[in-house]
């Protein structure tokens, strides 16, 4: 089974608008990290959030916001008041419990139009 | 100051060829990575290692061969270059406190073309 899916190809949203990108997980593991990624078209990856497993509150980082539902094992990603530098991939992630490793999802191309 | 460095950010090279990429973070961090992202974007990760050890090692030809020569340096050596080895390249790094906490930071990514 995909240990991270993102089922979203791509995504437009008008600017200025809220949009979701969706991500579910699959795991047995109770400890774990969710993340997720922005790679612009000039290729670099930049973090944006993390939500661990434990945290009772869902993670804000400024425009961005994680909706962590574990019972459903969700963790989508909210981007606010979208922006044309937004325009990017977009992946989640997963780390479980002390495992060095990271699971990708495909990704989501955003597409901000103005 | 950069935390994950790559060079080189480009590498054009003929089949058969040997070619390296080095990898080097400021992090302080105990693990570092190795990721294949092809043209499709799907990223897969090849090798990570920690302290210097080799943890993880996937399904990779034997013709790639990582080296760390200490927790700060990861570098990735590869033999006899083939026309699917094209892709972007990239190192992380993370910290390794266990419980799934930790954040995993990237380097800039090498684009190797294989000609």
């Known amino acids: 089974a995909q240990k991270i899916t993102q089922t979203q190809p791509g995504m437009f949203v008008q600017e200025k608008e809220a949009v979701t990108l969706d991500c579910t997980y699959d795991t047995s593991d109770p400890s774990y990290g969710l993340f997720w990624y922005k790679q612009p078209s000039s290729g670099e990856m930049i973090f944006l959030i993390y939500?661990?497993?434990?945290?009772?509150q869902n993670a804000t980082e400024g425009r961005y916001s994680l909706n962590f539902q574990k019972a459903r094992k969700s963790a989508n990603l909210v981007i606010s008041a979208s922006q044309l530098g937004d325009s990017a991939m977009y992946f989640c992630?997963?780390?479980?419990?002390?495992?060095?490793?990271?699971?990708f999802g495909s990704g989501t191309k955003l597409n901000v139009k103005p | 100051d950069t935390a994950v460095s790559q060079t080189p950010k480009y590498l054009v090279t003929q089949m058969g060829n040997d070619k390296s990429i080095k990898c080097e973070q400021n992090l302080g961090h105990d693990t570092m990575y190795w990721y294949k992202q092809d043209s499709k974007k799907f990223l897969k990760i090849m090798f990570s290692y920690n302290n210097k050890e080799l943890i993880i090692n996937e399904t990779v030809p034997n013709r790639f061969s990582p080296k760390s020569p200490d927790k700060a340096h990861l570098n990735l050596h590869i033999n006899s270059l083939e026309l699917g080895d094209s892709a972007v390249y990239f190192c992380a790094s993370s910290q390794d406190r266990g419980q799934g906490t930790d954040t995993q930071y990237f380097g800039p990514g090498t684009r190797l073309t294989v000609l």
């Open positions: 992630a997963m780390r479980e419990g002390d495992f060095n490793k990271f699971y």
């Open positions: 939500q661990g497993s434990y945290d009772q």
